[in-house]
């Protein structure tokens, strides 16, 4: 699709077209990628012009991003924020959107959840070094020691310390 605006880079902008149509991107996720075949002037104009259009909303983008984590890969808060840190999304974007994530799928619900895979795939720990590799691996996930600890507090309780 290319565009005839004056001072529209048809090559930038059928290259943003292209990454988009294959998954949703941040603006500075985008610009980035951009910003590698031509100006920021060119990624700029592009960016803005797709904007316009509304194909490219950080907040759509944020929402949908936090939700997928948060329903598919189980992720907790912690992960979620720093991963839409990592693409340039804003402070109050990504609190907003995970707000609107978790009211899906509260992160009560996900540690659990993640806490109960983890032992059908591994067994019930029954050693305090077991239970610590379960507890690293909701942690590596996202979610604060402070919860994980009081939904593993159970399991600490029953183990052999020896």
Not at 83 to 107: H, Q
Not at 113 to 137: C, M, N, T, W
């Amino acid at each position: 699709m290319n565009s005839k605006k004056p001072g529209l880079n048809p090559k930038i902008y059928n290259s943003a077209l292209k990454l988009l149509s294959i998954r949703a991107h941040g603006t500075e996720e985008l610009r980035k990628k951009l910003l590698k075949k031509g100006s920021p002037e060119d990624a700029d104009a592009v960016i803005a012009e797709l904007a316009r259009k509304k194909y490219l909303d950080d907040q759509e983008f944020a929402f949908l991003r936090a939700r997928s984590s948060c329903l598919h890969k189980r992720w907790g808060k912690l992960r979620i924020i720093r991963d839409l840190k990592n693409l340039g999304v804003d402070d109050k974007i990504i609190r907003i959107s995970l707000e609107k994530a978790e009211a899906e799928l509260p992160e009560k619900e996900r540690l659990g959840k993640v806490i109960d895979l983890y032992q059908r795939l591994h067994g019930k720990p029954v050693a305090v070094k077991e239970v610590k590799k379960l507890f690293d691996h909701c942690i590596r996930l996202g979610y604060t020691p402070e919860s994980v600890r009081s939904r593993l507090d159970s399991l600490f309780a029953s183990v052999s310390w020896d």
